[in-house]
């Protein structure tokens, strides 16, 4: 069975490394995989491509306990509409996040994830 999920509900613009604000990580406690897209809507200036991974986690209280599940391919994320799918069956804990971790020279971007939550039954 599977599920459609939007983990960043509209368009995130950031400016520098930043990740999810933790209140904000999805509930993925019921399923055993993902199958994620980030779509680059924008990007101010130029870049030589754009970091975005997924966290896993047990709690949103604190930032230090994340995993990483899924790095998107910078490499393919180097402009405008361009986009990247991952796909993640193991280590996946309660909750589910994004981070940026490098923005390739660009000033800004604006990108969105969503995908399909599945469960092996």
Do not use: C
């Not at 130029?46 to 047990?58: A, D, E, K, N, P």
């Not at 390739?104 to 604006?110: E, P």
């Amino acid at each position: 069975m599977a599920d459609e999920f939007i983990l960043t509900q509209r368009p995130v613009r950031v400016t520098n490394n930043s990740s999810q604000p933790l209140d904000q990580a999805l509930n993925i406690a019921d399923y055993d995989a993902i199958d994620a897209v980030v779509n680059i809507a924008g990007v101010e200036g130029t870049t030589t491509g754009v970091s975005i991974r997924l966290l896993t986690g047990m709690q949103k209280d604190t930032p230090d306990t994340w995993s990483v599940v899924a790095t998107f391919l910078a490499s393919a994320l180097t402009g405008p509409n361009t986009f990247n799918v991952q796909h993640a069956d193991q280590k996946l804990l309660k909750y589910l996040r994004w981070e940026v971790f490098g923005l390739g020279g660009a000033t800004a971007v604006t990108f969105d994830i969503s995908g399909m939550l599945r469960r092996h039954n």
